[in-house]
């Protein structure tokens, strides 16, 4: 078991940049999560996948975000058109079905 | 909605000495899980302890235990004898039993721990 995992950990990028995250899930977990934390804060839950299908989306997940996890496996998350407030750290967890969440390290996001 | 409330942002112990941290949730649901995770610095969230709402027994891991009050939606976590490497901020979380998916986070308690 080697836990949840994001690549990257940490990228810095221009205001109106795309880019993307990925995470590997603990094998065998069918949940996938996606949360965004800010310094101070507590995660914010943006969306989730049993196995390939994204079940629950959040308001804070508007248009230029997206999120796939196409083989019930991996999953990435994607933000198109950066905005300085997107500046956050990216968590990913993983679940077996109902059961406790599993984090990963995160992804920290800078936007210049 | 559900909301969770951590009213102390910040919290000290004295190495080897007794820590409890607050937890206020708002819910209309009856059955529910709540947990509290730990953050290092720099370091990823992990698993402290899980209660299960329906459990009328408080949870306990080793060092770490809750005083679960339903009907007051309280849910507070004991830390008994304190390491420094206890050290961390420390979140508490609710979710619904019916919608598993999301978890709602507290703000989170800063402790430190005095050697």
């Known amino acids: 078991d080697t836990g949840v995992s994001q690549d990257p950990r940490h990228k810095i990028t221009k205001r109106g940049q795309n880019v993307t995250f990925r995470c590997d899930p603990i094998?065998?977990?069918?949940?996938l999560y996606w949360y965004r934390q800010t310094l101070g804060q507590g995660p914010e839950f943006l969306t989730y996948?049993?196995?390939?299908?994204?079940?629950?989306k959040s308001r804070l997940l508007s248009d230029r975000f997206s999120a796939e996890r196409p083989k019930g496996s991996f999953s990435t998350l994607e933000i198109q058109r950066t905005e300085q407030g997107d500046s956050a750290m990216y968590l990913c967890?993983?679940?077996?079905?109902?059961?406790?969440?599993?984090f990963g390290p995160g992804t920290r996001l800078t936007v210049l | 909605a559900q909301t969770v409330t951590q009213s102390q942002p910040e919290m000290s112990v004295q190495e080897a000495e007794t820590v409890t941290l607050s937890c206020t949730y708002d819910?209309?649901?009856?059955?529910?899980?709540l947990f509290w995770y730990k953050q290092p610095p720099s370091r990823q969230m992990i698993l402290v302890i899980r209660?299960?709402?329906?459990?009328?027994q408080n949870a306990t891991e080793n060092r770490f235990s809750v005083n679960f009050q339903k009907a007051a939606k309280s849910f507070s976590l004991k830390i008994s004898d304190s390491q420094l490497g206890d050290a961390a901020m420390y979140f508490c979380?609710?979710?619904?039993?019916?919608?598993?998916?999301?978890?709602?986070f507290g703000d989170g308690t800063t402790l430190t721990v005095k050697p």
């Open positions: 979380a609710y979710r619904s039993a019916a919608n598993a998916g999301k978890s709602t």
């Open positions: 996948f049993q196995n390939e299908a994204q079940l629950e």
């Open positions: 967890a993983s679940s077996l079905t109902t059961d406790t969440q599993y």
């Open positions: 209660q299960e709402a329906y459990k009328q």
């Open positions: 819910t209309s649901e009856s059955d529910y899980y």
């Open positions: 094998s065998e977990h069918n949940r």
